[in-house]
């Protein structure tokens, strides 16, 4: 399997949170997921998907947050969660 470029990373994010309610979030790991079956191949995927994550939070697309708090990547490690952001539409 060829790996994802950053635009089918960027789609998979919009498309699994157009899926949620508005103040739900999504988990990086699901989207990473939904991008390959394969453990080690989604495993591999996760640098790829915080890239983009933080990416489409500079442009408002979605909030990066920790514990409910919004937080800036790359500076945060840890789990976090994507939420949409002012500019989801």
Same mark, same amino acid.
């Given at each position: 399997?060829?790996? $994802?470029?950053?635009?089918?990373?960027?789609?998979?994010?919009?498309?699994?949170?157009?899926?949620?309610? $508005?103040?739900?979030?999504?988990? $990086?790991?699901?989207?990473?997921?939904?991008?390959?079956?394969?453990?080690?191949?989604?495993?591999?995927?996760?640098?790829?998907?915080?890239?983009?994550?933080?990416?489409?939070?500079?442009?408002?697309?979605?909030?990066? #947050?920790?514990?409910?708090? #919004?937080?800036?990547?790359?500076?945060?490690?840890? $789990?976090?969660?994507?939420?949409?952001?002012?500019?989801?539409?």
């Amino acid at each position: 399997m060829q790996s $994802p470029d950053d635009a089918q990373v960027a789609a998979s994010i919009r498309r699994l949170l157009a899926q949620r309610r $508005p103040e739900q979030s999504i988990c $990086p790991s699901e989207v990473a997921r939904a991008l390959s079956d394969d453990a080690a191949v989604w495993r591999n995927l996760m640098p790829q998907v915080r890239a983009v994550a933080a990416a489409a939070a500079c442009a408002g697309v979605v909030r990066v #947050t920790q514990q409910g708090r #919004t937080v800036q990547l790359p500076d945060v490690r840890g $789990p976090i969660r994507l939420i949409r952001g002012p500019h989801f539409d």
